[in-house]
C-alpha cells in the first residue's frame, strides 16, 4: 500500500546545493533547520553572509501568486525605507520557486538575514519603540499595490472559518460548540458597530515576542511576513495587546504601562483614531478564536497531544470571562 506524505521536511544537504546552484551567493557552509511552524524556516550560512530560506507549507500556500504578494509587500517597505528581510532573486530572475515535495508543490524564498535579536518587551522603552516600528510600517503600508491577490483578514478569515473548524473538532463538548458559536456572532456585531476602522495591509503577527531583530543602536528590522495581507489595523494592534495580556495577565499595572507606552510609539508617527482603539478587545478576543482555530486545524502535522481537553479547557475559560466584557450577551 502507497502511504500519501502530508507533511514532509526537506533534506539540509540538498537544500544546500540546490541554493549553491541557483543563486549568486557563493559557496554555501551548511544550511541548518531552524523552525517549523506555518513554513519550515532555514538558516543558510555562507562563506560571506548569512540568509534565511523558507520552504511554505503546501496545504496553507498552494497558489504561488498568493507568496508573490508577500514579496512584492517586503520590497515596498524596503523601497518607503523600512528595514526587513527581503527576498532575494535567483539566477533565473525567479524570487519564489516551486519545489517537489513528496506531498507536492512546496514554494521556497531565500530572505536576507535579520541581524541583531529578539528582545522581550519587559519595559516602557522598547514597547514605545515597537509602536514606533510598528506605525512606521502600517505608513509605509498605506501605497502599496500589487497585481496578485491574497486572502483578506476580514470577518470570513478571522471568525467564520476558525469557528467551522472548532465546531467541528469539539462536537464532543455541545456546550461550548455553542459559547464559541454565540461569541463568533457577537464579535460580528461588534465589528460591525464600527464605522471607520482603517483598513489596510497588516503584518498579521505583530505580537511583539518574535519576527522583529533589534540592534545595538536601536535599529531593527522587521520579517516573517507569512500572514501579512489586507485587514482592520485595529486587529494588528491586538496581536501586540494580547500576547502582553497572556504575559502580564496577573499584573495589571505592568500591561498598562507597556499598552500605554506602545500607543504612545505609535501615535508619535501616525494617526491612531479612538474607534481603532476601543475596537481592540473585539479584535483581541478575535485573535483568540482565530488562533485556536489554527491549532485544531494542524493536528495532522503537530499532532492531538496539546491540543485536547486541557487546550480547548484553557481557551474556553478564556471565552467565559468575555462574557462582562460583552454586557452579558454570552
Same mark, same amino acid.
Given at each position: 500500500?502507497?502511504?500519501?506524505?502530508?507533511?514532509?521536511?526537506?533534506?539540509?544537504?540538498?537544500?544546500?546545493?540546490?541554493?549553491?546552484?541557483?543563486?549568486?551567493?557563493?559557496?554555501?557552509?551548511?544550511?541548518?533547520?531552524?523552525?517549523?511552524?506555518?513554513?519550515?524556516?532555514?538558516?543558510?550560512?555562507?562563506?560571506?553572509?548569512?540568509?534565511?530560506?523558507?520552504?511554505?507549507?503546501?496545504?496553507?500556500?498552494?497558489?504561488?501568486?498568493?507568496?508573490?504578494?508577500?514579496?512584492?509587500?517586503?520590497?515596498?517597505?524596503?523601497? =518607503?525605507?523600512? +528595514?526587513?528581510?527581503?527576498?532575494?532573486? %535567483?539566477? $533565473?530572475?525567479?524570487?519564489?520557486?516551486?519545489?517537489? %515535495?513528496?506531498?507536492?508543490?512546496?514554494?521556497?524564498?531565500?530572505?536576507?538575514? %535579520?541581524?541583531?535579536?529578539?528582545?522581550?518587551?519587559?519595559?516602557?522603552?522598547?514597547?514605545?519603540?515597537?509602536?514606533?516600528?510598528? /506605525?512606521?510600517?502600517?505608513?509605509?503600508?498605506?501605497?502599496?499595490?500589487?497585481?496578485?491577490?491574497?486572502?483578506?483578514?476580514?470577518? $470570513?478569515?478571522?471568525?467564520?472559518?476558525?469557528?467551522?473548524?472548532?465546531?467541528?473538532?469539539?462536537?464532543?463538548?455541545?456546550?461550548?460548540?455553542?459559547?464559541?458559536? %454565540?461569541?463568533?456572532?457577537?464579535?460580528?456585531?461588534?465589528?460591525?458597530?464600527?464605522?471607520?476602522?482603517?483598513?489596510?495591509?497588516?503584518?498579521?503577527?505583530?505580537?511583539?515576542?518574535? $519576527?522583529?531583530?533589534?540592534?545595538?543602536?536601536?535599529?531593527?528590522?522587521?520579517?516573517?511576513?507569512?500572514?501579512?495581507?489586507?485587514?482592520?489595523?485595529?486587529?494588528?494592534? /491586538?496581536?501586540?495587546?494580547?500576547?502582553?495580556?497572556?504575559?502580564?495577565?496577573? =499584573?495589571?499595572?505592568?500591561? +498598562?504601562?507597556?499598552?500605554?507606552?506602545?500607543?504612545?510609539?505609535?501615535?508619535?508617527?501616525?494617526?491612531?483614531?479612538?474607534?481603532?482603539?476601543?475596537?481592540?478587545?473585539?479584535?483581541?478576543? /478575535?485573535?483568540?478564536?482565530?488562533?485556536?482555530?489554527?491549532?485544531?486545524?494542524?493536528?495532522?502535522?503537530?499532532?492531538?497531544?496539546?491540543?485536547?481537553?486541557?487546550?480547548?479547557?484553557?481557551?474556553?475559560?478564556?471565552?467565559?470571562?468575555?462574557?462582562?466584557?460583552?454586557?452579558?450577551?454570552?
Amino acid at each position: 500500500m502507497h502511504f500519501p506524505v502530508v507533511y514532509s521536511t526537506l533534506c539540509e544537504q540538498a537544500l544546500k546545493e540546490w541554493i549553491e546552484e541557483n543563486y549568486a551567493v557563493g559557496k554555501v557552509q551548511r544550511v541548518e533547520f531552524l523552525l517549523r511552524g506555518m513554513n519550515d524556516t532555514y538558516k543558510v550560512h555562507g562563506d560571506e553572509a548569512l540568509y534565511i530560506f523558507r520552504v511554505y507549507r503546501g496545504d496553507w500556500r498552494r497558489h504561488q501568486a498568493v507568496v508573490e504578494f508577500e514579496m512584492d509587500f517586503l520590497l515596498h517597505l524596503q523601497a =518607503e525605507g523600512i +528595514s526587513v528581510s527581503s527576498p532575494i532573486t %535567483a539566477l $533565473n530572475g525567479e524570487r519564489v520557486h516551486p519545489l517537489q %515535495a513528496p506531498e507536492g508543490i512546496r514554494f521556497g524564498v531565500l530572505f536576507t538575514y %535579520a541581524v541583531g535579536e529578539e528582545r522581550s518587551i519587559d519595559n516602557a522603552d522598547i514597547s514605545r519603540l515597537f509602536g514606533q516600528a510598528v /506605525a512606521q510600517l502600517h505608513s509605509a503600508a498605506d501605497t502599496f499595490t500589487s497585481s496578485y491577490e491574497r486572502p483578506v483578514m476580514d470577518q $470570513n478569515y478571522l471568525i467564520d472559518k476558525p469557528l467551522q473548524v472548532i465546531a467541528d473538532l469539539i462536537q464532543h463538548r455541545p456546550a461550548d460548540v455553542k459559547k464559541v458559536m %454565540a461569541i463568533g456572532s457577537v464579535l460580528k456585531e461588534r465589528i460591525a458597530q464600527f464605522s471607520a476602522l482603517d483598513w489596510g495591509v497588516c503584518h498579521g503577527d505583530l505580537h511583539g515576542n518574535i $519576527n522583529i531583530s533589534y540592534s545595538d543602536n536601536q535599529m531593527y528590522t522587521h520579517y516573517d511576513f507569512d500572514l501579512c495581507g489586507y485587514g482592520y489595523r485595529a486587529y494588528d494592534i /491586538a496581536q501586540f495587546r494580547l500576547a502582553r495580556e497572556v504575559r502580564l495577565g496577573n =499584573e495589571p499595572e505592568k500591561l +498598562s504601562e507597556l499598552w500605554n507606552a506602545f500607543l504612545e510609539g505609535y501615535r508619535s508617527v501616525r494617526q491612531l483614531h479612538d474607534e481603532d482603539i476601543r475596537a481592540v478587545p473585539v479584535f483581541v478576543a /478575535a485573535r483568540q478564536l482565530w488562533l485556536m482555530g489554527l491549532c485544531l486545524h494542524d493536528l495532522h502535522i503537530v499532532g492531538s497531544l496539546e491540543s485536547g481537553d486541557d487546550f480547548i479547557d484553557e481557551k474556553m475559560e478564556y471565552f467565559n470571562s468575555l462574557s462582562v466584557e460583552f454586557a452579558g450577551r454570552l
